[in-house]
């Protein structure tokens, strides 16, 4: 094996090392700065369903603005585990 084959080989080894190890750091800091989520229960759920349903409700009945209704939407299908 020549010297510069050798030598590209090397590149690509410490390349994929390296990014290797940029994915671990990135891992490890996406499981410590996420807080972890309590499972929801069915009474839960069923609360958020009915806030859910009386939010449509009252966009329905021009009560809250399409932008309030997509915020508080978005907020109410967080808290639902699919």
């Known amino acids: 094996?020549?010297?510069?084959?050798?030598?590209?080989q090397q590149r690509e080894r410490a390349r994929r090392?390296?990014?290797?190890a940029k994915l671990a750091?990135?891992?490890?800091?996406r499981a410590e700065t996420e807080p972890e989520e309590a499972?929801?229960?069915p009474s839960d759920e069923a609360t958020?369903?009915?806030?859910?349903a009386a939010l449509h409700d009252r966009?329905?009945?021009?009560?809250i603005s399409f932008e309030?209704?997509?915020?508080a939407k978005r907020e109410l299908t967080a808290r639902l585990s699919v």
Request: net charge negative; hydrophobic share 45%; glycine share 0%.
């Open 68 to 71: 309030e209704f997509e915020v």
């Open 39 to 41: 499972p929801i229960t």
């Open 25 to 29: 750091r990135r891992v490890e800091r």
């Open 1 to 8: 094996m020549s010297q510069a084959s050798f030598q590209k």
């Open 17 to 20: 090392d390296k990014a290797a």
């Open 59 to 63: 966009f329905e009945a021009d009560a």
């Open 48 to 52: 958020v369903l009915a806030d859910l």
